[in-house]
């Protein structure tokens, strides 16, 4: 499985010379960090389980996404799509460093977790952690994308490098397993 | 499989999905999703203020962009429509708790009976362990995030591996929750954990205080023991999750990948020019496929290592 983060084409970007469609894609890009940090994060955070990498790889995608926008199309997709499919990438590169390294069994998790608002809300999320937890890596990547990234299977099927039925085929049978670990005795 | 292969309930269900994620109003039968989605998207990890801030000076630096007109990115919460977030947290309690989640009473309750009592003498310090064939990694390690240098995981003494959580309930007088809240974090620093995540709310007798609390592993049942002395134990649940044979499959898989890997590359160097694209878009898919397999023993021993404590604090 891979993503295709390499360069659809142009971020709503302008031909070099041109100062106003400039402006337009400078404030296109603005407009996409703000619609997807914080789920991007979260995305980001969710895979690596290191709030110190997730930032980095979080910055790492944007500044990529920013020295690609020349290059992206929206014909391939949507920008949201697009970027999630370079941070995937760039955690994915992430993951491979540490296994290469050997230090991934040394790092302890580091969830910036929010506090829990109730008793009950506390003890939902505690068993949907650890149900979320049981699924496989695939699983769980899928449910992180869609729950967390807000992706829609369209953008979900270009992260993923497969096809929009294939992307919702997965995602479904994903929800159906965190059921099944969520409901199954301990 | 092709789209057409789903039912149309699961179609409705994945339509009925999108909408909980545009916050658009979802029927009654949708509310059990949308909890789910609820509690995924509520246990992500945030953003705080300052990584916010630093990510967007990162991001932005140089690009002559407007940084001071530039707001933090919300964070926008599921608003249901269809159900009040009541009703959206009564029909998750419904849904979910068969069988596993505890309901709240007065006094304590324990769940997990199969388990072997927690103590510090369940989790060993861990040098290289036989466990179901796989060889469980020693652990040294400085701890990025302030846990104790060398970190054992958690092994029963059957040379199992397990994952283990706590969610707290404690009740004090208005005058004394501050001081709670101190000696929670207080508490776990002393034993080598983080405070994750805290929010703590001081207005009479509508104070309350919560926290989510990582620790290493064998020093959960001595923290446990420590806060529940901090005040009135309302609650007690614990959960551990045998996880030996995810973790041995996690890493069977993962070597097994570097091992085909290998072989891809080898054979690269030898590839005429009509194959070697073949063989290196193999070696791209093969390197998404080692990157999740990491991740997953990444995870599993991270799980293993540190125990997560759940701790509210109100009002007596």
Known sequence: MTATTSPPSGMGDAPPGSARRAVGATAQFEALYRSCASDLYAYVASMLRDAAAAEDVTALAFERAYRRRALFDLRRGSARGWLFAIARNAALDELRRRARSRALLDEPADESTPAEVDDELGERRLLVRAGLAQLDAREREVILLKFVGRLSNGELARVLGCSESSAGTRLHRAIKRLREVCHAPQ | ?????????????????????????????????????????????????????????????????????????????????????????????????????????????????????????????????????????????????????????????????????????????????????????????????????SNVTLRGDASHASFTLSVPSAVLSRLIASLSRLGVLRSLTRTTTDITERYDQAQAGLAAEQTTRAGLVRGLAAASAGTAPSIRERITTLDGEIGLASGEVVALASSARTATISVSVGVR
Do not use: N, W, Y
């Not at chain 2, 469980?136 to 990025?144: E, K, N, S």
């Open chain 2, 1 to 197: 499989m092709r789209r057409s292969e789903l039912s149309p309930e699961a179609r409705a269900e994945l339509q009925a999905l999108d909408a909980i994620l545009a916050r658009e109003p979802v029927g009654e039968e949708q509310l059990e999703l949308a909890a789910l989605v609820d509690s995924v998207r509520g246990d992500a990890p945030t953003l705080s203020e300052a990584a916010a801030a630093r990510l967007e000076s990162r991001v932005f630096a140089g690009r002559g962009l407007a940084g001071s007109a530039r707001r933090r990115p919300g964070r926008p919460q599921l608003a249901l429509a269809g159900g009040s977030l009541l009703a959206l947290v009564v029909a998750a309690v419904v849904v979910l708790s068969s069988g596993v989640l505890s309901t709240k009473s007065p006094g304590v309750s324990t769940r997990s009976p199969a388990l072997a009592p927690q103590s510090a003498q369940t989790s060993r310090p861990t040098t290289p362990t036989a466990s179901a064939g796989a060889v469980l990694p020693a652990v040294p390690g400085a701890a990025r995030s302030g846990a104790t240098a060398a970190t054992p995981l958690a092994v029963e003494p059957t040379g199992r591996l397990v994952s283990q959580a706590a969610s707290l309930t404690l009740a004090t007088p208005a005058r004394s929750l501050q001081g709670v809240a101190d000696a929670i974090a207080a508490s776990t620093e002393r034993s080598g954990g983080i405070v994750e995540s």
